[in-house]
């Protein structure tokens, strides 16, 4: 058993906040266990203790990302969010994969204990408005992360060679600071090897991005995000740990999106199939918007309860909207 005096050296330390003693006495503790013949336990207690200097270092290391500084400034746009993923319509099969991941990311510590690794390279590919970028912010605000979306004007120049020095600096980033790094447009990057370009650039800048993610065993999360998933590189794919599919939303699907955003009026009255029947090929994205708009008709108009002619408008405005 630890010594009562090692329990009592880590309440001090704990109570006095001085992490370094507090790990110090962590050892004795091991070394103590060692001794007594008890290797399992003790080599659990370095091990823990290797963790949590690790993660002080990589702590010590970072820069107050919420506003990068220098050339990161450039590169990444960061902000803390509190989106959820309850707070997302999704059909069960992808919400039990996005809640597989949380659910590594949180257990992060148990699974590197016996070797395993959390997914956390994630590739997210679908039509436009079908919630890629929202679940890039619903990971960040269930992880309790800063989300860093990579701005792709800084990253993409026209000079060979600058925009792979761009992309190791996102990667740095990366290790100094823990957070989720979110790669829109990403087949802007990852565009086919064999595709002809100038001067081989986007070539060059996708090998770099294929070695820096091999490479990249940092603690955060990464997620990119295409519309055009044939323009990518097969190489690719099998680089992340997950490939998540998003498609456009099933009528059930539609409904509990327009449902959720009206939550604050009466939609009893509505005529829900006349409406769904409207629907089709419409996008999440397009569905809030039209929420919105007919939230806003029936507000202008004076009253509390949604009719089906306010959503029946805002529908036919979207679609024409859309075909412009
Ligand atoms: N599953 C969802 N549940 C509820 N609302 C959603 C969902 N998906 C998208 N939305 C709504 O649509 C908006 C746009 O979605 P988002 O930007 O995530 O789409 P996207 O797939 O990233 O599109 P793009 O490829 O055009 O960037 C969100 O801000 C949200 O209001």
Not at 65 to 87: C, F, H, W
Not at 90 to 106: A, G, K, N, S
Not at 209 to 214: C, G, R, W, Y
């Amino acid at each position: 058993m630890t010594k009562a005096t090692h329990i009592v050296a880590l309440l001090q330390s704990h109570f006095d906040g001085d992490d370094e003693h507090f790990m110090t006495v962590a050892m004795q503790a091991a070394a103590n266990e060692a001794r007594l013949g008890h290797g399992k336990v003790a080599q659990q207690l370095r091990d823990m203790v290797d963790e949590a200097r690790a993660r002080k270092k990589i702590k010590g290391r970072a820069v107050p990302m919420v506003q990068p500084r220098g050339e990161l400034a450039n590169l990444v746009a960061a902000k803390y969010v509190d989106t959820r993923i309850s707070s997302m319509v999704l059909p069960d099969h992808l919400r039990d994969r996005l809640e597989r991941v949380i659910l590594e990311q949180r257990q992060a510590f148990r699974l590197r204990q016996h070797g395993l690794q959390p997914r956390r390279k994630l590739l997210l590919i679908g039509p436009p408005g079908a919630g890629k970028t929202m679940t890039a912010a619903a990971m960040a605000g269930e992880l309790k992360l800063p989300l860093f979306s990579v701005l792709l004007d800084g990253l993409l120049t026209k000079f060979m060679g600058e925009t792979a020095s761009k992309l190791r600096a996102v990667f740095s980033a990366m290790v100094d600071t823990r957070g989720v790094y979110f790669f829109d447009e990403f087949d802007a990057i990852g565009a086919r090897r064999s595709e002809r370009n100038d001067v081989g650039e986007i070539r060059r800048v996708l090998n770099s991005f294929l070695q820096f993610l091999e490479e990249d065993d940092s603690e955060g999360l990464i997620v990119a995000a295409t519309n055009h998933p044939e323009l990518l590189d097969p190489a690719l794919f099998r680089r992340f740990d997950d490939v998540i599919e998003y498609a456009l939303p099933s009528a059930d699907v539609a409904r509990a999106i327009l449902e959720g955003r009206l939550s604050t009026f009466d939609t009893g009255s509505l005529e829900w199939d006349r409406a769904t029947k409207e629907i089709e090929g419409l996008s999440q994205a397009d569905l809030s918007r039209i929420a919105d708009e007919a939230a806003k008709r029936t507000l202008l108009g004076g009253r509390e309860s949604v009719e089906t002619d306010d959503l029946l408008a805002a529908i036919a405005e979207r679609k024409a909207a859309a075909r412009r």
